[in-house]
């Protein structure tokens, strides 16, 4: 699998040590970054994990970005890409080359909250100005649609009378740094039925 950062990495890191906690049979081959300077990346060199930068910017257009991008992945194997504060918008061709190989975590309870411009600290603040009880975050497949794809696992945060946009995206992030792994043993072991936006764990006939 490969996962794309554009930060700080502490999801990239939940996911480095679920792997290993959990025994997760997946491997991290890449870890990529649109931005040379996220912290991330010095996670991943700390853990032996290759790095790639690869930034739109360099590219002549959308495509090129896109194909340089993909004929890494593919050179590297790569069959599940995990997004971890990847702060892009994909490419349609990378969608379109992994069809429902691709997940995101959020720190929302997502449909709320989500979509175009609800990212990082937008998100907490626009919780907090709702007057919402109850935040937390979400892992879903990657679709077109921005933070509209199939959700494959949710996990509730109360919102305290006190909190400020830091003090609840602390208290979410330590919930997604055990919800991202989870999502990704779901994923890797194939245990998932989707159906339109739903998913389910599969029955299994044993
Ligand atoms: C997380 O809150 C994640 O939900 C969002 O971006 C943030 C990334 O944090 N997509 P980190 O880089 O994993 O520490």
């Known amino acids: 699998m490969a996962v ?21 049979p997946a491997e991290i081959a890449l870890v990529v970054s649109n931005k040379p300077e996220a912290l991330a990346l010095e996670r991943a060199e700390r853990h032996g994990i290759p790095t790639a ?9 959308q ?3 896109a194909d340089a991008l ?6 590297t194997e790569i069959d599940l890409i995990c997004l971890a504060g990847f702060t892009l918008i994909l490419p349609y061709r990378l969608l379109a080359a992994f069809p429902q190989r691709i997940i995101n975590i959020h720190p929302s309870l997502l449909p709320a909250f989500g979509g175009k ?18 935040s937390g ?12 794809g199939p959700i494959i696992c949710q996990e509730v945060v109360p919102v305290e009378d006190d909190d400020t946009p830091e003090t609840l995206a602390q208290r979410v992030l330590e919930v997604e740094h055990r919800l991202y ?9 194939d245990a998932l039925e989707i159906n339109g936006l739903r998913t389910r764990i599969k029955q299994r006939a044993d």
């Open 4 to 24: 794309f950062v554009s930060g700080r990495g502490s999801n990239l890191q939940a996911l480095i040590e679920g792997i290993a906690e959990h025994g997760i």
């Open 53 to 61: 930068v690869f930034s739109p910017a360099d590219f002549a257009d």
């Open 63 to 65: 495509d090129a970005f």
């Open 70 to 75: 993909l004929k890494r992945l593919y050179e």
């Open 117 to 134: 411009g609800m990212y990082g600290m937008h998100v907490h603040r626009a919780v907090l100005a709702s007057g919402a009880k109850y």
């Open 137 to 148: 975050a979400t892992v879903h497949i990657v679709t077109e649609e921005i933070d509209g």
């Open 181 to 189: 792994p989870r999502a990704l043993q779901l994923m890797v072991e």
